[in-house]
C-alpha cells in the first residue's frame, strides 16, 4: 500500500519559518515528482506549489519562489518543504502528492487525478 504521510504544521506569527515532512512509503521516492499543494476554505484551486522532479530542476510558483524550498532526502523517503518569511495568506492546508509524470500543468485541486497518490492534509496557520 502507498501512503503519503505530511506532518509538520502549526500556528506560526507573519514571517516565521515552518518545515514540513512528507514521508512516503510503499515506492520508491526516486522515481517520481513530488509537489506540494496547499488549499484554504473558500478559496480557488492554486495548482502546485512547486514540481521537485528527479534529477531536474524544481519549479516554483510565484507565489512561494524565493520564500519556499523543497528537498528530498531518498534515505528517508521523505521529502521537506521548508517554508520562510509566513504570511498570513499562506494560511492552509498543505498536501503533499507524487506521481512518476506530470502531464498537466494546470491548475489542478488537491486530489487530482493527475497524481497518482495523495498525502492528507497538514494544517499551517499564520497569524499573530
Known amino acids: 500500500e502507498v501512503q503519503l504521510q505530511a506532518s509538520g504544521g502549526g500556528l506560526v506569527q507573519p514571517g516565521g519559518s515552518l518545515r514540513l515532512s512528507c514521508v512516503v512509503s510503499?515506492?520508491?521516492?526516486?522515481?517520481?515528482?513530488i509537489s506540494w499543494f496547499r488549499q484554504a476554505p473558500g478559496k480557488e484551486c492554486e495548482g502546485a506549489l512547486l514540481?521537485?522532479?528527479?534529477?531536474?530542476?524544481?519549479y516554483y510558483d510565484d507565489a512561494v519562489k524565493g520564500r519556499f524550498t523543497t528537498s528530498r532526502d531518498n534515505a528517508k523517503s521523505t521529502s521537506y518543504l521548508q517554508m520562510n518569511s509566513l504570511k498570513p495568506e499562506d494560511t492552509a492546508a498543505y498536501f503533499c502528492?507524487?506521481?512518476?509524470?506530470?502531464?498537466?500543468?494546470?491548475?489542478?485541486?488537491?486530489?487530482?487525478?493527475?497524481?497518482?497518490?495523495w498525502g492528507q492534509g497538514t494544517e499551517v496557520t499564520v497569524s499573530s
Open positions: 502528492a507524487a506521481t512518476r509524470v506530470v502531464t498537466e500543468y494546470g491548475r489542478l485541486c488537491v486530489g487530482d487525478s493527475e497524481y497518482e497518490y
Open positions: 510503499g515506492v520508491t521516492l526516486e522515481d517520481y515528482v
Open positions: 514540481y521537485d522532479s528527479p534529477g531536474d530542476s524544481t
